[in-house]
């Protein structure tokens, strides 16, 4: 049981560049959600999804985009790396009817230059 | 919209002493709230988590927290703090039954001082 695994754990990205951050569980969990790290301002949402096929904005959205085409794998794509991209990156899902709280997966480390 | 206020951005503590980090936070309906704890470099941890019933819950690592509703308060306490419990603790609310995702604080940062 490997919990939730994301990759790359570090990129560096030339401005306009675009890329994806896989993420990836394997606890059947239906609810996954993408958040960004910066200094000072604890996580913030991306995106999220309830299961396969739905997804939804979070408080961030803007310069990605996810998908849901399966119920373990939740992508998230940048589409032009931007400098104010530059974050750590959290992925996390959870049960949908037994609240356990969301696992997180060890992050990835993305620089923008 | 939901939103979660950490008051406290750094807390230094000796160790053995008691520990209590606040954290309010606004919601219209049932909260779900959540601690969670970061070590440098690593992901997050769940120590605690509140839904309904009795108001006092229990976490790992010795931690509890009480939620309050008149006070819009769910603050994390450990009776005597050890050195490794130096790290980032994060304050969270879920909304419909965390389906959407959680609202975090910004997180406070606890020093411990030997």
């Known amino acids: 049981n490997a919990g939730v695994t994301q990759t790359p754990k570090f990129q560096v990205l030339k401005t306009g560049q675009s890329m994806t951050l896989q993420c990836a569980q394997d606890?059947?969990?239906?609810?996954m959600s993408w958040y960004r790290q910066d200094p000072g301002m604890g996580l913030r949402l991306i995106h999220y999804?309830?299961?396969?096929?739905?997804?939804d904005q979070g408080e961030v959205p803007n310069g990605y985009n996810v998908s849901r085409s399966t119920t373990e794998d939740f992508p998230l794509r940048l589409l032009s790396a931007a400098p104010s991209q530059t974050s750590v990156y959290f992925c996390?899902?959870?049960?949908?009817?037994?609240?356990?709280?969301?696992?997180f997966g060890s992050g990835t480390r993305l620089t923008v230059v | 919209a939901q939103s979660v206020t950490q008051p406290d951005i750094h807390i230094t503590v000796s160790e053995g002493a008691s520990l209590e980090l606040r954290c309010n936070y606004s919601?219209?309906?049932?909260?779900?709230l959540f601690w969670y704890v970061q070590s440098p470099g690593q992901g997050l941890q769940l120590l605690l988590k509140?839904?309904?019933?009795?108001?006092l819950v229990q976490g790992i690592k010795g931690f509890e927290a009480e939620f309050k509703r008149s006070q819009s308060s769910f603050n994390l306490r450990k009776p005597s703090v050890h050195w490794s419990d130096a790290a980032e603790y994060f304050c969270?609310?879920?909304?419909?039954?965390?389906?959407?995702?959680?609202?975090f604080g910004k997180g406070t940062h606890l020093i411990i001082q030997p």
């Open positions: 969270a609310v879920g909304a419909q039954r965390g389906a959407d995702g959680l609202t």
């Open positions: 919601y219209g309906a049932t909260p779900y």
């Open positions: 996390a899902s959870a049960y949908r009817g037994r609240i356990y709280g969301y696992t």
């Open positions: 509140y839904f309904s019933g009795d108001t």
């Open positions: 999804s309830v299961g396969a096929g739905i997804t």
């Open positions: 606890m059947n969990h239906e609810y």
